[in-house]
Protein backbone atom coordinates (compact mmCIF):
# COMPACT_ATOMS: atom_id res chain seq x y z
CA UNK A 1 0.00 0.00 0.00
CA UNK A 2 2.64 2.12 1.25
CA UNK A 3 4.53 1.79 -2.48
CA UNK A 4 1.24 2.34 -4.34
CA UNK A 5 0.73 5.48 -2.34
CA UNK A 6 4.24 7.05 -3.62
CA UNK A 7 3.45 5.83 -6.99
CA UNK A 8 0.57 8.13 -7.22
CA UNK A 9 2.45 10.67 -5.64
CA UNK A 10 4.74 10.62 -8.25
CA UNK A 11 2.48 10.40 -10.84
CA UNK A 12 0.98 13.73 -9.45
CA UNK A 13 4.29 15.42 -8.93
CA UNK A 14 5.14 14.89 -12.70
CA UNK A 15 2.10 15.74 -13.90
CA UNK A 16 2.18 19.09 -11.80
CA UNK A 17 5.89 19.43 -13.36
CA UNK A 18 4.53 19.01 -16.65
CA UNK A 19 2.12 21.89 -16.74
CA UNK A 20 4.53 24.11 -14.56
CA UNK A 21 7.39 23.75 -17.13
CA UNK A 22 4.71 24.58 -20.03
CA UNK A 23 3.46 27.60 -18.47
CA UNK A 24 7.16 28.47 -17.84
CA UNK A 25 7.85 28.50 -21.51
CA UNK A 26 3.97 30.14 -21.88
CA UNK A 27 5.23 33.14 -20.24
CA UNK A 28 8.94 32.96 -21.84
CA UNK A 29 6.81 33.37 -25.01
CA UNK A 30 3.97 36.29 -23.69
CA UNK A 31 6.87 38.35 -22.68
CA UNK A 32 9.08 37.34 -25.64
CA UNK A 33 6.11 38.83 -27.75
CA UNK A 34 5.52 41.99 -25.51
CA UNK A 35 9.38 43.14 -26.07
CA UNK A 36 8.65 42.51 -29.56
CA UNK A 37 5.74 44.75 -29.22
CA UNK A 38 7.67 48.04 -27.48
CA UNK A 39 10.06 47.62 -29.89
CA UNK A 40 7.51 48.02 -32.51
CA UNK A 41 6.82 44.39 -34.07
CA UNK A 42 2.94 44.67 -33.26
CA UNK A 43 2.34 48.20 -33.87
CA UNK A 44 4.85 50.83 -33.60
CA UNK A 45 3.79 53.22 -30.59
CA UNK A 46 6.10 55.61 -32.40
CA UNK A 47 4.37 55.96 -35.22
CA UNK A 48 1.59 58.97 -35.28
CA UNK A 49 -1.68 57.24 -34.79
CA UNK A 50 -5.57 57.82 -34.07
CA UNK A 51 -6.41 56.37 -30.25
CA UNK A 52 -10.17 55.25 -30.01
CA UNK A 53 -11.18 54.14 -26.37
CA UNK A 54 -14.72 53.15 -25.19
CA UNK A 55 -16.85 54.17 -22.71
CA UNK A 56 -18.98 51.67 -22.26
CA UNK A 57 -21.82 51.00 -19.40
CA UNK A 58 -21.73 52.48 -15.70
CA UNK A 59 -19.34 55.30 -15.54
CA UNK A 60 -17.91 55.28 -11.98
CA UNK A 61 -14.87 57.66 -12.91
CA UNK A 62 -13.25 54.37 -12.29
CA UNK A 63 -9.01 54.83 -11.86
CA UNK A 64 -8.86 52.18 -14.63
CA UNK A 65 -10.31 54.62 -17.28
CA UNK A 66 -8.60 57.36 -16.10
CA UNK A 67 -5.38 55.49 -16.24
CA UNK A 68 -6.27 54.60 -19.66
CA UNK A 69 -6.71 57.80 -20.85
CA UNK A 70 -3.34 59.00 -18.87
CA UNK A 71 -1.65 56.67 -21.54
CA UNK A 72 -3.10 57.97 -24.77
CA UNK A 73 -1.98 61.43 -23.41
CA UNK A 74 1.69 60.19 -22.93
CA UNK A 75 1.49 58.40 -26.31
CA UNK A 76 1.97 59.11 -29.68
CA UNK A 77 -1.35 59.45 -30.49
CA UNK A 78 -2.08 62.05 -32.65
CA UNK A 79 -6.15 62.30 -31.92
CA UNK A 80 -8.50 60.06 -29.99
CA UNK A 81 -11.59 58.83 -30.53
CA UNK A 82 -14.12 58.30 -27.64
CA UNK A 83 -16.67 55.66 -28.32
CA UNK A 84 -19.40 56.13 -26.07
CA UNK A 85 -22.16 53.66 -24.83
CA UNK A 86 -23.45 54.43 -21.87
CA UNK A 87 -26.83 55.29 -19.63
CA UNK A 88 -24.63 57.33 -17.50
CA UNK A 89 -23.55 56.63 -13.85
CA UNK A 90 -22.82 58.27 -10.42
CA UNK A 91 -22.28 62.11 -10.81
CA UNK A 92 -18.92 62.44 -9.47
CA UNK A 93 -17.55 59.77 -11.42
CA UNK A 94 -19.19 61.88 -14.48
CA UNK A 95 -16.98 64.86 -13.22
CA UNK A 96 -13.91 62.77 -12.85
CA UNK A 97 -14.23 61.58 -16.31
CA UNK A 98 -15.22 64.85 -17.96
CA UNK A 99 -12.17 66.78 -16.29
CA UNK A 100 -9.76 64.23 -17.24
CA UNK A 101 -10.90 64.12 -20.98
CA UNK A 102 -10.76 67.88 -21.32
CA UNK A 103 -6.59 67.60 -19.85
CA UNK A 104 -6.41 65.10 -22.81
CA UNK A 105 -8.38 67.84 -25.41
CA UNK A 106 -5.96 70.22 -24.04
CA UNK A 107 -3.06 67.81 -25.89
CA UNK A 108 -4.60 66.05 -28.13
CA UNK A 109 -7.80 66.66 -30.77
CA UNK A 110 -10.80 64.33 -29.37
CA UNK A 111 -14.31 63.57 -30.67
CA UNK A 112 -16.56 61.45 -29.16
CA UNK A 113 -19.19 59.26 -30.71
CA UNK A 114 -22.27 57.87 -29.98
CA UNK A 115 -23.53 54.94 -30.42
CA UNK A 116 -27.02 54.17 -29.30
CA UNK A 117 -27.12 55.99 -26.24
CA UNK A 118 -24.80 59.19 -24.44
CA UNK A 119 -27.19 60.21 -21.65
CA UNK A 120 -26.89 62.37 -18.12
CA UNK A 121 -23.32 61.02 -17.03
CA UNK A 122 -22.13 59.82 -20.12
CA UNK A 123 -23.27 62.88 -22.00
CA UNK A 124 -21.67 64.81 -19.38
CA UNK A 125 -17.95 62.59 -20.55
CA UNK A 126 -19.46 63.71 -24.16
CA UNK A 127 -18.70 67.00 -23.14
CA UNK A 128 -15.45 66.87 -22.09
CA UNK A 129 -14.21 66.59 -25.78
CA UNK A 130 -13.98 69.02 -28.76
CA UNK A 131 -16.82 67.46 -30.87
CA UNK A 132 -19.52 65.36 -30.89
CA UNK A 133 -20.95 63.53 -33.32
CA UNK A 134 -23.84 60.86 -32.86
CA UNK A 135 -26.40 59.18 -35.18
CA UNK A 136 -29.58 59.94 -36.17
CA UNK A 137 -31.37 57.46 -34.03
CA UNK A 138 -28.94 57.89 -30.92
CA UNK A 139 -30.46 58.80 -27.82
CA UNK A 140 -27.97 62.09 -26.19
CA UNK A 141 -29.30 64.23 -23.11
CA UNK A 142 -31.12 63.89 -20.03
CA UNK A 143 -29.91 66.56 -18.42
CA UNK A 144 -30.47 66.28 -14.82
CA UNK A 145 -29.49 64.87 -11.86
CA UNK A 146 -31.13 62.15 -9.25
CA UNK A 147 -30.70 60.65 -5.82
CA UNK A 148 -32.93 57.28 -5.52
CA UNK A 149 -33.31 55.39 -2.04
CA UNK A 150 -35.80 53.04 -0.80
CA UNK A 151 -38.16 53.75 2.34
CA UNK A 152 -39.01 50.16 4.17
CA UNK A 153 -41.41 52.50 6.62
CA UNK A 154 -44.60 50.81 5.77
CA UNK A 155 -43.47 47.41 5.63
CA UNK A 156 -41.76 47.50 8.54
CA UNK A 157 -44.88 48.63 10.60
CA UNK A 158 -46.79 45.55 8.94
CA UNK A 159 -44.62 43.43 10.33
CA UNK A 160 -44.01 45.14 13.73
CA UNK A 161 -41.13 46.14 13.53
CA UNK A 162 -39.40 49.29 14.63
CA UNK A 163 -35.85 50.48 14.69
CA UNK A 164 -34.28 52.30 17.44
CA UNK A 165 -31.63 54.70 16.81
CA UNK A 166 -29.54 57.61 19.02
CA UNK A 167 -28.11 60.58 16.48
CA UNK A 168 -26.37 63.13 16.99
CA UNK A 169 -28.88 65.50 15.28
CA UNK A 170 -32.25 64.99 13.65
CA UNK A 171 -30.56 65.10 9.58
CA UNK A 172 -27.74 62.80 10.71
CA UNK A 173 -27.73 59.63 8.20
CA UNK A 174 -31.11 61.16 7.06
CA UNK A 175 -33.01 59.67 5.00
CA UNK A 176 -32.74 56.10 6.39
CA UNK A 177 -34.94 54.38 4.43
CA UNK A 178 -36.75 52.80 7.80
CA UNK A 179 -38.92 55.69 8.35
CA UNK A 180 -40.91 58.63 6.23
CA UNK A 181 -38.56 61.21 4.97
CA UNK A 182 -38.97 64.39 6.83
CA UNK A 183 -39.41 67.74 4.96
CA UNK A 184 -36.07 69.25 6.68
CA UNK A 185 -34.54 65.91 5.23
CA UNK A 186 -36.24 66.16 1.71
CA UNK A 187 -35.03 69.97 1.89
CA UNK A 188 -31.84 68.94 2.53
CA UNK A 189 -31.66 66.29 -0.39
CA UNK A 190 -33.29 68.97 -3.00
CA UNK A 191 -30.56 71.34 -2.25
CA UNK A 192 -27.77 69.09 -3.01
CA UNK A 193 -29.63 67.49 -6.36
CA UNK A 194 -29.79 71.26 -7.14
CA UNK A 195 -26.46 72.36 -6.81
CA UNK A 196 -25.33 69.80 -8.60
CA UNK A 197 -28.17 70.43 -11.40
CA UNK A 198 -26.54 73.45 -11.74
CA UNK A 199 -23.15 72.19 -12.29
CA UNK A 200 -24.55 70.11 -14.89
CA UNK A 201 -26.60 73.10 -17.31
CA UNK A 202 -23.67 75.21 -16.93
CA UNK A 203 -21.55 72.96 -18.39
CA UNK A 204 -23.68 72.26 -20.96
CA UNK A 205 -24.71 76.29 -21.39
CA UNK A 206 -20.45 76.73 -21.71
CA UNK A 207 -19.56 73.28 -23.68
CA UNK A 208 -22.43 73.79 -26.54
CA UNK A 209 -22.74 77.28 -26.55
CA UNK A 210 -26.23 77.88 -25.75
CA UNK A 211 -27.99 80.86 -24.23
CA UNK A 212 -31.02 80.75 -21.78
CA UNK A 213 -33.63 79.91 -23.70
CA UNK A 214 -31.74 77.62 -25.86
CA UNK A 215 -30.54 75.74 -22.51
CA UNK A 216 -33.95 75.81 -20.99
CA UNK A 217 -35.26 73.68 -23.98
CA UNK A 218 -32.92 70.82 -22.92
CA UNK A 219 -32.83 70.88 -19.58
CA UNK A 220 -36.04 69.38 -18.49
CA UNK A 221 -34.35 65.46 -18.57
CA UNK A 222 -35.57 64.27 -21.49
CA UNK A 223 -33.27 62.36 -24.10
CA UNK A 224 -33.50 63.53 -27.53
CA UNK A 225 -32.55 61.26 -30.95
CA UNK A 226 -29.27 62.02 -32.76
CA UNK A 227 -31.40 64.13 -35.15
CA UNK A 228 -33.07 66.71 -32.27
CA UNK A 229 -29.87 66.96 -30.77
CA UNK A 230 -28.28 68.55 -33.72
CA UNK A 231 -30.75 71.09 -34.09
CA UNK A 232 -30.75 71.42 -30.53
CA UNK A 233 -27.10 71.98 -30.14
CA UNK A 234 -26.72 69.33 -28.32
CA UNK A 235 -24.52 67.41 -31.26
CA UNK A 236 -21.99 68.54 -34.01
CA UNK A 237 -22.61 66.47 -36.80
CA UNK A 238 -24.75 62.95 -37.38
CA UNK A 239 -22.54 60.45 -38.33
CA UNK A 240 -20.04 57.65 -37.08
CA UNK A 241 -16.39 57.49 -37.11
CA UNK A 242 -15.64 58.25 -40.42
CA UNK A 243 -17.35 62.02 -40.09
CA UNK A 244 -14.97 62.07 -36.90
CA UNK A 245 -12.00 61.19 -39.09
CA UNK A 246 -13.03 63.71 -41.68
CA UNK A 247 -13.22 66.46 -39.20
CA UNK A 248 -9.56 65.72 -38.01
CA UNK A 249 -8.17 65.23 -41.33
CA UNK A 250 -9.71 68.91 -42.24
CA UNK A 251 -10.13 70.53 -39.18
CA UNK A 252 -6.91 69.51 -37.27
CA UNK A 253 -4.31 68.62 -40.09
CA UNK A 254 -4.66 64.82 -38.72
CA UNK A 255 -2.86 63.59 -42.10
CA UNK A 256 -5.60 61.01 -44.48
CA UNK A 257 -4.92 57.08 -43.77
CA UNK A 258 -3.45 57.44 -40.24
CA UNK A 259 -4.15 54.52 -38.33
CA UNK A 260 -6.77 54.26 -35.68
CA UNK A 261 -5.58 51.69 -32.77
CA UNK A 262 -8.07 50.81 -29.58
CA UNK A 263 -6.97 51.43 -26.47
CA UNK A 264 -8.84 48.76 -24.38
CA UNK A 265 -9.05 48.44 -20.96
CA UNK A 266 -7.37 45.94 -18.61
CA UNK A 267 -8.63 42.14 -19.35
CA UNK A 268 -8.21 42.22 -22.88
CA UNK A 269 -5.52 41.89 -25.32
CA UNK A 270 -4.87 45.64 -25.77
CA UNK A 271 -2.12 47.90 -25.52
CA UNK A 272 -0.32 47.81 -21.98
CA UNK A 273 -2.02 44.47 -20.82
CA UNK A 274 0.35 42.43 -21.93
CA UNK A 275 2.39 42.02 -18.60
CA UNK A 276 -0.95 41.59 -16.38
CA UNK A 277 -2.32 39.07 -19.04
CA UNK A 278 1.06 37.07 -17.97
CA UNK A 279 0.26 37.52 -14.16
CA UNK A 280 -2.82 36.46 -14.14
CA UNK A 281 -2.07 33.25 -16.66
CA UNK A 282 0.60 32.11 -13.99
CA UNK A 283 -0.75 32.62 -10.76
CA UNK A 284 -3.91 30.27 -12.12
CA UNK A 285 -1.38 27.77 -13.01
CA UNK A 286 0.28 27.78 -9.91
CA UNK A 287 -1.76 28.67 -7.20
CA UNK A 288 -5.05 27.43 -8.62
CA UNK A 289 -5.99 26.48 -5.22
CA UNK A 290 -5.92 30.31 -3.87
CA UNK A 291 -9.48 30.64 -2.98
CA UNK A 292 -9.05 34.31 -2.25
CA UNK A 293 -7.60 35.14 -5.78
CA UNK A 294 -9.92 33.07 -7.42
CA UNK A 295 -12.80 34.42 -5.72
CA UNK A 296 -11.77 38.11 -6.75
CA UNK A 297 -11.50 36.94 -10.15
CA UNK A 298 -15.10 35.66 -10.53
CA UNK A 299 -16.24 39.39 -9.27
CA UNK A 300 -14.23 40.65 -12.66
CA UNK A 301 -17.52 42.42 -14.55
CA UNK A 302 -19.07 42.62 -11.48
CA UNK A 303 -20.70 46.13 -11.06
CA UNK A 304 -19.59 48.22 -7.67
CA UNK A 305 -22.51 49.25 -5.17
CA UNK A 306 -22.75 53.10 -4.69
CA UNK A 307 -24.14 55.87 -2.85
CA UNK A 308 -25.13 59.03 -3.83
CA UNK A 309 -25.68 61.21 -6.61
CA UNK A 310 -26.27 59.83 -10.08
CA UNK A 311 -26.63 60.85 -13.61
CA UNK A 312 -28.37 58.35 -15.58
CA UNK A 313 -30.77 57.34 -17.78
CA UNK A 314 -32.85 54.12 -17.14
CA UNK A 315 -35.33 54.27 -20.32
CA UNK A 316 -36.66 51.23 -21.55
CA UNK A 317 -36.34 51.22 -25.29
CA UNK A 318 -36.98 48.40 -27.57
CA UNK A 319 -35.55 48.64 -31.39
Not at 112 to 121: F, T
Amino acid sequence: MIEDHLAERLVLLRSLTFWRICSFFALLLILSGSVFWFAGGLGNQKTPFIARIAINGLITGDQETLSLLKNIEESSAVAVLVSIESPGGTTSGSERLYDALRHLSSKKPTVAIVGNLAASGAYIAALGTDRIIALGNSLVGSIGVLIEYPNFGKLLDTVGIKVEEVKSSPLKAAPNGLEPTSPEARAALESIVGDSFIWFKSLVKERRSLNDQQLEAVDDGRVFTGRQGLKLGLVDELGGDDKAIAWLNESKGIPKGTAVKDWKRSGSLGQLNIFSLAYHFVRLLFFSNDEDFIGRAGQIGSLPAFRGLVSFWDGKVIN
